[in-house]
Antibody, heavy 122, light 109 residues
């Protein structure tokens, strides 16, 4: 299954920016589609963004479209989420997630990192 | 948008008992349904995908069934480590949409 380690979370003011990173090891990163899923404190799960294995297609939840950008650097085995125009409602733990299927971006969330907390507050 | 409704919200059971968790979709999702387990302070873990396929390393006491709008996760005999929150998730309109249910908490009675 490998290891997914998120970083880059923290406290930011409304309107600010953050870049999350997810460092991957233990599997062939370039073969898998990847996702960011978030969980607001005490709440359920929400898919934020997804990227295909070759990076040619990306997808975003309506709530973050135009503000967040997902990307990957296969040479560094790293997934990114650039977040701008942050809102209080973006406060959540952000999980880096490996897709279950190496052949297609299936949206079966096969393996999760431990998450990084993003807090948006003045 | 397809809404997933999980019931009950909380299930109070003893170790060794059978747990039956329900997930109902507002419209058909075929068998594009998965189940996840989340323990306090931990990330979710994939248990079941495509309604009834167990993920790698998941014990046989976990089983999934159903199709269309009604799905069930069954834990045949609860182990102490099974007390957690369970979420269902559908992907019938992926890309780009997936939705999660609100979760069922399985607690020790």
């Amino acid at each position: 299954e490998g290891q997914l380690v998120e970083s880059g979370g923290g406290l930011v003011q409304p309107g600010g920016s953050l870049r999350l990173s997810c460092s991957v090891s233990g599997f062939s990163f370039s073969r898998y589609g990847m996702h960011w899923v978030r969980q607001a404190p005490g709440k359920g799960l929400e898919l934020v963004s997804s990227i295909r294995s070759n990076g040619d297609r990306t997808y975003y939840a309506d709530a973050v479209k135009g503000r967040f950008t997902i990307s990957r650097d296969d040479s560094k085995n790293t997934l990114y989420l650039q977040m701008s125009g942050l809102r209080v409602e973006d406060t959540a733990v952000y999980y880096c997630v490996k897709d279950e299927d190496p052949a297609v971006l299936s949206a079966v969330f096969g393996y999760w990192g431990q998450g990084t907390l993003v807090t948006v507050s003045s | 948008e397809i809404v997933l409704t999980q019931s009950p919200a909380t299930l109070s059971l003893s170790p060794g008992e059978r747990a039956t968790l329900s997930c109902r979709a507002s419209q058909s999702v075929g068998t594009f349904l998965a189940w996840y387990q989340q323990k306090p302070g931990q990330a979710p873990r994939l248990l079941i995908y495509d309604a009834s396929d167990r993920a790698t390393g998941i014990p046989a006491r976990f089983s999934g069934s159903g199709s269309g709008t009604d799905f069930t996760l069954t834990i045949s005999s609860l182990e102490p480590e099974d007390f957690a929150v369970y979420y269902c998730q559908q992907r019938v309109n992926w890309p780009p949409v997936v939705t999660f249910g609100g979760g069922t908490k399985v607690e020790i009675k």
